[in-house]
């Protein structure tokens, strides 16, 4: 009986974030959530791995406000600190995101922000996406302009331990960072979506379907929906 009911409680905790999942691209499930915390066990060890892992703790926390008094103390001071951290976080990317639009901007330099920033289009709550890092996708001659424009901006190249010429011929990407009021931030460089191999030709027409959007304070190029998809 003790196991039946361990199960139905690790059962419940993957229920639920589904439940939350769902929530965050429909809207439609908090009924069904508020439900399943007020009448069910929920083995909120796993459910804390599993939101953990799948990175939503801050979506989790907004899809679970109503409800933290059923949760264990320690779990919603954990969604607590986790959804203001990563509020906090997403300020200091976007305003470098900005400082970098207007600076290539200002070079002639044409780029599209890819997964994170560039998926702000697909969310409505884009600054609870968890993201630690700036991705940006160029043209590969356009590289040593670019690292003119880092490097002005006080950036350095992370190689990471490798070699420039191993992330250049094997790689699809390179990373920039720096330190700056004590937040580190580092930017990946792509010039391609996928490894250098045979036969590879990559989306030929990326940036024909490219189109201009607004930004907060910028005008940004942003991939078409199905480029998108394929550049997470």
Not at 55 to 61: G, L, Q, V
Not at 199 to 228: H, I, M, Y
Request: with cysteine.
């Amino acid at each position: 009986m003790l196991n039946k009911t361990l199960k139905e409680a690790e059962k419940n905790a993957d229920k639920l974030v589904l439940l939350i999942a769902s929530e965050i691209i429909q809207h439609n499930r908090r009924t069904e959530i508020k439900e399943l915390i007020t009448q069910s066990s929920i083995n909120w060890v796993r459910f804390k791995e599993h939101i953990s892992y799948h990175e939503i703790i801050a979506f989790t926390y907004l899809s679970l406000k109503d409800y933290l008094s059923w949760m264990p103390e320690s779990l919603v001071v954990f969604l607590r600190e986790n959804y203001y951290a990563n509020i906090l976080r997403f300020q200091f990317l976007e305003q470098e995101f900005f400082k970098i639009c207007n600076t290539c901007r200002s070079e002639k330099l044409i780029f599209v922000p890819i997964k994170g920033m560039g998926l702000f289009n697909y969310y409505d709550n884009l600054p609870l996406r968890q993201m630690s890092d700036i991705d940006i996708l160029i043209k590969e001659e356009k590289f040593s302009l670019v690292t003119d424009i880092f490097y002005r901006l006080s950036y350095e190249k992370y190689l990471m331990g490798s070699s420039e010429e191993y992330w250049r011929k094997k790689q699809c990407t390179l990373t920039f960072s720096k330190e700056d009021n004590k937040f580190n931030f580092l930017v990946d460089v792509h010039w391609a979506l996928d490894f250098k191999r045979k036969n590879n030709r990559g989306l030929p027409n990326l940036w024909n379907r490219a189109k201009e959007t607004k930004f907060g304070t910028v005008q940004v190029r942003l991939l078409s929906e199905e480029d998108a998809f394929f550049a997470l």
